[in-house]
């Protein structure tokens, strides 16, 4: 057999990656002839990677801080990751070198398949503002959830987000308090967990409606959002589905087969 196909994820700092143990995983279980490594990329290397990846690599996941710099390096963005604003997964189509965001389906997949959620009709509130947030709130109205509240320790960029999602579908959460209908669905898609902060809004669970899920897209630490969620009598999520569900679509982009999900979890898991 030849030289497995190069496949990267790249980011700063990406030494804690799950993603080549889980891609790697898959790869072997399907006999597909692929095989990805972490590249540690500072966002002044960025445009030389890009450069070498459109020679090296048959496919690159792109994460933080690097999911928005990266999009004008590119010969072509999908229409979905253009209006997210973020992409996080790069693959070859047509020969040109194109972004993808596959974090918006891997929302939508992990409410849907593991939080049991209906995500139509339903009225969320996303903490944050950042790439993942903004994600999320299309995953949302993609979906055609009913209303989406955000909250942001900057109130500027929830503005922002707000107004990027554009009509009737989303509202600031300190602005509308009194209107807010129960809520189905609480997302943080901060970074707070990573510094042992509940970032939720005063008064949310007065909101909050008895059979809700609480999701935190951080993984792999413990989560003092999701702890008062459960003491709340919430049902809870962490960000492992998600992770697991985007990096099932890229790889399916990457080698054009299904993604062996249950192998990919275990690898994720261990
Ligand atoms: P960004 O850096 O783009 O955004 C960070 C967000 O967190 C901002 O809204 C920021 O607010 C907020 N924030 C940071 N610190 C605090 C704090 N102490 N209190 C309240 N809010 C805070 O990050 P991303 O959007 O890229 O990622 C967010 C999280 O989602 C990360 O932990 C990432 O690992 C996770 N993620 C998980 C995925 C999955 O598949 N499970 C996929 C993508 C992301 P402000 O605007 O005020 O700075």
């Known amino acids: 057999m030849g030289n497995p196909v190069r496949l990267a994820v790249i980011g ?3 030494a804690h990656s799950r993603s080549p143990a889980m891609h790697n995983a898959a790869c072997a279980a399907l006999g597909a002839p692929f095989r990805m490594e972490a590249i540690e990329v500072e ?12 020679v090296e690599f048959a496919g690159v996941s792109i994460t933080s801080p690097h999911k928005e710099a990266v999009i004008p390096l590119l010969d072509a963005v999908n229409p979905e990751a253009r209006s997210i604003g973020a992409v996080n997964c790069l693959f070859h189509m047509g020969g040109l070198l194109t972004g993808a965001n596959t974090d918006a389906s891997g929302f939508i997949q992990a409410c849907e398949r593991e939080g049991g959620v209906r995500l139509d009709g339903a009225r969320a509130l996303v903490i944050g503002a950042g790439g993942a947030a903004r994600a999320v709130v299309h995953g949302l109205a993609r979906r055609g959830a009913a209303r989406v509240w955000i909250a942001n320790r900057s109130p500027d960029r929830a503005r922002e987000l707000v107004a990027a999602a554009g009509g009737n579908h989303a509202a600031l959460w300190n602005e509308a308090e009194d209107a807010i209908e129960p809520l189905d669905l609480l997302v943080n898609a901060t970074t707070a967990s990573r510094q042992g902060i509940n970032p939720a809004p005063p008064g949310l669970f007065r909101h909050v409606s008895p059979r809700a899920l609480a999701m935190d897209l951080t993984y792999g630490r413990p989560s003092p959002f999701l702890g008062a969620c459960a003491a709340g009598g919430l049902g ?35």
């Open 43 to 54: 966002p002044s290397g960025l445009p030389e990677f890009i450069r070498r990846a459109r």
């Open 12 to 14: 700063h700092p990406v």
């Open 236 to 270: 809870v999520m962490d960000g492992l589905p998600m992770l697991l569900y985007q990096a099932a679509e890229a790889f399916s982009f990457w080698t054009g087969r299904a993604a062996p999900l249950e192998v990919m979890r275990r690898a994720l898991e261990e």
